[in-house]
């Protein structure tokens, strides 16, 4: 999910100008001439004999820690929002549902916890997803289930995941999933947006055949520009039998760039299905600027018709299925929906969830595209026709999205497939998924003027609906802010609390009572991209002045940090940084301290440093505080530092160490 820069202008300016896959394979069913009252006429006819790709569904990618604070969300607005997520005939109704394997390592917005942090470790609740996919099941028990590693804890191999301990470990992944958590997962990848490697991808295979899992390959989930280029894999299993054997599907990221899709003509032929298995409503780059209808979902409407159109693609999976994670974290708004203040139970149904519905409501996995029944509106738009494996119903999505003046379509079947009658959805600035009509054929057709700027679906089906629930207002983030770690499961994250890299979470307290927080990753994981060092962030990005606080214990050597005014966390802005943008107090085993300004693609300024006695095997407290320019750095009561700087005005608070093991307890944020 790399973040690429791009006018907004020029993302919404695409226009569906080059050859679809339809019309490559015939235009039978497609006419287009002026009609009586004076609009183009565009006649789709609906035959149950044409051929086409089986539709595989529409879904969405958890990953990059985009769901972390989703559970945090208290009932009932928690399982509101997995309904609009999940629930059919309800919502974006997603059929997919495709999970990081985590591995301790930020992947976008976070590190996401590993269920084998040693070859010995074997810890199958930790973390979110096994929950997420649950929850998922238990809304639509036939979601399809898909998982795709970024990054591997170290122990797999020395900066790469090409190894057969790793191809072991997503099969651990895998089987532990239907062992523990009744879980059947149809697919997996190899390495996000890494060039793949053809041992490995055979490697895989033998592994996932050796543990008897039924699970399907996907390769190779590259980016534009990636390695050989995204679609290399083509190539490779032309040339090589086994890989070819061992590949199930191809799946590729982002395949629209500068308005044209780069899918070659051999991945067609290839016989194996093309999925755009991460894909967004900037697909081709840009910054993520909503999902309001006005924009990210006007986007979607035609993206997920050209996605098959001319891409190719019986599946797309969206980057990111919510956005749960704080918005100074990198590519905010990622998600279909919004959902990242769980302390105020507040989320926002955006528009790309209703033109995700305006598909998956109307057709289901296994549906058949019929091609000579999809292409273009003369007047800008597209259309796509799908029907039922049994032919006794049929659906046809269309967009006017870049019209500028209304059109109609004429819709006939040939033997084969009903025209009964029609039910008509349409979303646009001022409808949001409305059942606005219901149809009879009048001598065998039916005639409909299409509205520009516009989604619509014509359907034989029912059951289709618009969830109902409320959300309660948005609030701020809780000031004063305080945890000492008592209410939280043993093994599992404090809530709000967002970790970057490495894994914070809940022990019992070494020389204390009770639970604390505690980092315990201390041998680097490989990486997918940035790795700065372990630090988990809450908060409010307007907060200017407070005080924040924590006891702390460093086991070993290393340090912990306390951070302030972070006013950004986008690990992308700077791939050498191991420190957000903020203020940071780093505190050593060995007594060395400093208090430091970070900021991306500028150099560490250190304000004040100095030695204090060793800190090593012994609690202790630490403050940080911001009062205008003045930042002042105690340890154990003693001021270490008060200095005046103006580098950062405001942002939020966070807590870190390095590679090693060290204990907090007692955080609190408060007014000075």
Not at 226 to 238: F, H, K, T
Not at 371 to 388: W, Y
Not at 409 to 419: D, Y
Not at 500 to 509: I, S, V
Request: with cysteine; aromatic share 10%.
């Amino acid at each position: 999910m790399k973040v690429r820069k791009q006018s907004l202008t020029r993302v919404l300016s695409r226009t569906a100008g080059v050859a679809t896959i339809c019309f490559a394979m015939g235009t039978i069913g497609v006419r287009a001439a002026d009609g009586p009252i004076g609009l183009p006429v565009t006649g789709i006819v609906l035959d149950g004999a044409a051929t086409g790709r089986v539709y595989e569904g529409i879904g969405a990618l958890s990953a990059g820690a985009s769901s972390r604070l989703l559970y945090d969300y208290k009932e009932p607005y928690r399982s509101q929002i997995l309904d609009y997520l999940f629930k059919p005939g309800y919502g974006a109704a997603l059929q997919h549902l495709k999970v990081e394997i985590g591995a301790d390592v930020n992947s976008t917005d976070g590190s996401e916890p590993g269920s084998m942090r040693s070859k010995e470790d074997h810890n199958y609740s930790r973390g979110y997803e096994w929950w997420l996919m649950e929850e998922a099941r238990k809304r639509n028990p036939k979601i399809i289930l898909d998982t795709l590693p970024w990054g591997a804890p170290g122990w797999v191999g020395k900066g790469t995941l090409y190894t057969k301990a790793m191809a072991d470990y997503v099969a651990d992944f895998l089987q532990s999933a239907k062992k523990y958590h009744g879980l059947d997962i149809a697919y997996t990848g190899i390495w996000n947006e890494k060039q793949f490697d053809a041992t490995y991808v055979k490697q895989l295979s033998a592994a996932l055949k050796k543990q008897r899992l039924e699970t399907k390959i996907v390769c190779c989930d590259e980016y534009p520009g990636e390695g050989l280029g995204q679609w290399s894999i083509v190539n490779a299993m032309r040339d090589d039998a086994d890989l070819y054997k061992a590949v199930d599907f191809i799946g590729v990221h982002y395949s629209l760039v500068d308005g044209k899709y780069t899918t070659p003509g051999d991945a067609r032929k290839i016989g194996k299905p093309i999925w755009s298995s991460e894909d967004q409503p900037n697909s081709g780059g840009g910054p993520i600027v909503s999902r309001e209808w006005q924009i990210g979902g006007r986007i979607l409407a035609r993206l997920y018709n050209r996605n098959y159109l001319e891409g190719g693609f019986t599946k797309t999976e969206i980057w990111s299925p919510v956005t749960s994670y704080y918005d100074i974290l990198a590519a905010p708004n990622s998600g279909l929906m919004y959902a990242n203040t769980p302390w105020s139970g507040f989320y926002n149904v955006q528009g790309a969830i209703w033109a995700t519905a305006h598909t998956t409501q109307f057709a289901l996995p296994g549906w058949q595209y019929i091609d000579n029944a999809c292409g273009h509106l003369p007047e800008q738009g597209s259309f796509v026709s799908l029907r039922a494996p049994d032919r006794k119903d049929w659906s046809v999505v269309v967009e006017t999205i870049d019209a500028k003046k209304p059109q109609r379509i004429i819709l006939s079947a040939r033997p084969g497939l009903p025209l009964k009658r029609i039910h008509v959805w349409e979303t646009n600035a001022q409808r949001t998924f409305e059942h606005v009509s219901d149809l009879a054929p009048v001598n065998g057709e039916l005639s409909y003027t299409l509205e520009p700027d516009s989604l619509y679906t014509f359907t034989t089906t029912t059951g289709q609906g618009r969830g109902t629930a409320q959300p309660p207002p948005s609030t701020p983030f809780p000031f004063p802010y305080a945890d000492n770690f008592e209410d939280t499961e043993i093994e599992r994250a404090p809530r709000f609390l967002s970790d970057q890299d490495g894994a914070f979470e809940l022990h019992p307290c070494v020389n204390r009572e009770g639970r604390c927080l505690e980092q315990v990753i201390i041998e680097k994981p490989v990486p997918w991209g940035p790795l700065p060092d372990p630090f988990t962030l809450a908060g409010d990005i307007h907060w200017s002045d407070y005080r924040i606080a924590v006891d702390f214990m460093i086991a070993g050597d290393g340090p912990v940090t306390l951070m302030g005014r972070v006013e950004s966390a986008d690990v992308f802005q700077d791939g050498n940084a191991i420190w957000p943008s903020g203020y940071v107090l780093s505190l050593r085993a060995d007594g060395k301290w400093a208090l430091s300004s970070s900021a991306y693609k500028a150099a560490t300024r250190e304000l004040a440093s100095g030695v204090v006695p060793a800190l090593t095997g012994k609690w202790h407290h630490a403050v940080l505080r911001f009062e205008g320019v003045k930042i002042s750095a105690i340890c154990d009561g003693v001021t270490l530092a008060s200095v005046s700087d103006s580098t950062h005005a405001k942002g939020m608070f966070a807590i870190g160490t390095g590679w090693n093991r060290a204990q907090f307890d007692n955080l609190s944020v408060t007014p000075n």
